[in-house]
């Protein structure tokens, strides 16, 4: 599996291999081992929802002590950091994925996408996959991201809010 096949499948599916919205929280934490939990749910205790849990760049947001959003993180210019069990060997692919690229993954595997109008805003663009509801959002770099093409939007996040 390489980077581009995980979010292209995350995209088309919603699922991230076997991690799913609605999933309890202690099974995702049996596959992938604990979690650094956010700080407010150290603040406030695990029956605070709404938070995420993370693993290098993978977060899962837990509502109830379930899976509402499970979450993969970006930074352009540097190296993928993902638990082995989404991304084996996650550290020798390079994060940056820029926005043309990702809708060629799409279209290519004949995945629909639309503009995300409520995410798609100043220098933001958003897409929002059909019928997984998986929203990607992508940016221009940032100064130091080491990112050829500045002009080119790189993907940030691909998210899935659970209905």
């Given at each position: 599996?390489?980077?581009?096949s995980?979010?292209?499948?995350f ?11 609605g ?30 849990y993370a ?66 805003f100043?220098?933001q663009?958003?897409?929002l ?35």
């Amino acid at each position: 599996m390489t980077l581009m096949s995980l979010l292209v499948d995350f995209a088309r599916t919603g699922r991230i291999g076997p991690l799913h919205c609605g999933m309890p929280l202690s099974e995702a934490e049996g596959l992938l081992g604990p979690g650094r939990p956010h700080p407010a749910i150290r603040l406030l205790g695990p029956d605070v929802d709404g938070y995420p849990y993370a693993w290098g760049g993978l977060e899962l947001v837990v509502t109830r002590h379930s899976v509402s959003g499970p979450w993969i993180r970006l930074s352009p210019g540097a190296a993928v950091r993902l638990p082995p069990l989404v991304l084996p060997d996650s550290e020798s692919y390079p994060s940056t994925v820029l926005r043309e690229e990702l809708i060629a993954g799409l279209d290519a595997v004949g995945c629909r996408h639309d503009v995300d109008d409520l995410l798609t805003f100043g220098e933001q663009s958003s897409v929002l996959t059909r019928p997984a509801g998986v929203c990607a959002v992508f940016f221009p770099p940032r100064r130091g991201d080491h990112v050829s093409g500045p002009e080119q939007h790189c993907l940030g996040v691909l998210h899935k809010r659970d209905a």
